[in-house]
């Protein structure tokens, strides 16, 4: 396993950008699929984006063109950029890693997970 810790969440008004970081400790980054995942309040935890190592990338529907998913294998940091930010982005979000190259979307499918950076949008 390794070790995951977001940060770059806050609280912004609607319409704002953010860029979470996810730096994760260990030689195995740059085989690891990583993904994106929140949870708002009173809801299950949702898939957002994730990006295997080999390239392949997906997103939620409902993030599409919005949000992109980024890795620095150097920097064994994962990113996630997100623009023009809704109310309803608001939740935790948590970093992901899983052995594979298949950009899972579900979170059994991921064996380490940070411990979230809260992302709050005012509107």
């Known amino acids: 396993q390794v070790q995951l810790v977001e940060s770059g969440g806050g609280l912004v008004q609607a319409g704002a950008s953010l860029r979470l970081s996810c730096l994760v400790s260990?030689?195995?980054?740059?085989?690891?699929?990583m993904g994106w995942f929140r949870q708002a309040p009173g809801k299950e935890r949702e898939f957002v984006a994730a990006?295997?190592?080999?390239?392949?990338?997906r997103y939620q529907d409902s993030v599409k063109g919005r949000v992109t998913i980024s890795r620095d294998n150097a920097k064994n940091t994962l990113y996630l950029e997100m623009n023009s930010l809704k109310s309803e982005d608001t939740a935790v979000y948590y970093c992901?890693?899983?052995?594979?190259?298949?950009?899972?979307?579900?979170?059994?499918?991921?064996?380490?997970w940070g411990q979230g950076t809260q992302v709050t949008v005012s509107s």
């Open positions: 990006s295997g190592w080999g390239g392949r990338i």
């Open positions: 260990g030689r195995t980054f740059r085989t690891y699929t």
């Open positions: 992901a890693g899983r052995v594979g190259n298949c950009p899972a979307s579900t979170p059994p499918d991921y064996d380490s």
